[in-house]
């Protein structure tokens, strides 16, 4: 699947454009994920994080496809499971990831 298509109600709905969804950023904090496989710092993996950001941050790799703004105007990264055909993606924040390591 190609990352960089979202889907179709995201960019129906405006949401695409509200938060400024993009492939590129001149961010070096965000650009060094842009096109990496990512997982979830194991430390941050309490039972509240969980709770809060749902399970599949226990076990699920991302593919960092975009940037954009969160709800409160940051800018974080938009990730894409890689485990099952995702066009539609999650607002990652860049503190809580880290590569995974290419073998």
């Known amino acids: 699947m190609n990352k960089m298509k ?14 400024k969804m ?4 001149s961010n070096l904090k ?9 997982h ?6 309490t039972k509240e994080f969980v709770r809060e950001n749902g399970t599949i941050t226990q076990s699920e790799i991302f593919h960092i496809g975009m ?6 105007g940051n800018d974080c990264l938009r990730g894409f499971a890689t485990s099952y055909d995702d066009d539609f993606g999650r607002c990652i924040n860049p ?4 590569l995974e390591e290419e073998v």
């Not at 979202?6 to 938060?19: C, M, Q």
């Not at 993009?22 to 950023?25: F, G, Q, S």
């Not at 965000?30 to 990512?38: E, S, T, Y």
């Open 6 to 19: 979202l889907n179709k109600d995201i960019t129906d709905s405006g949401l695409s454009n509200a938060f």
């Open 22 to 25: 993009r492939v590129a950023t």
């Open 30 to 38: 965000l650009a060094k994920f842009i096109g990496r496989k990512v």
């Open 40 to 45: 979830y710092k194991k430390e941050l993996l």
């Open 67 to 72: 940037v954009q703004k969160d709800y409160q």
């Open 95 to 98: 503190d809580h990831i880290e």
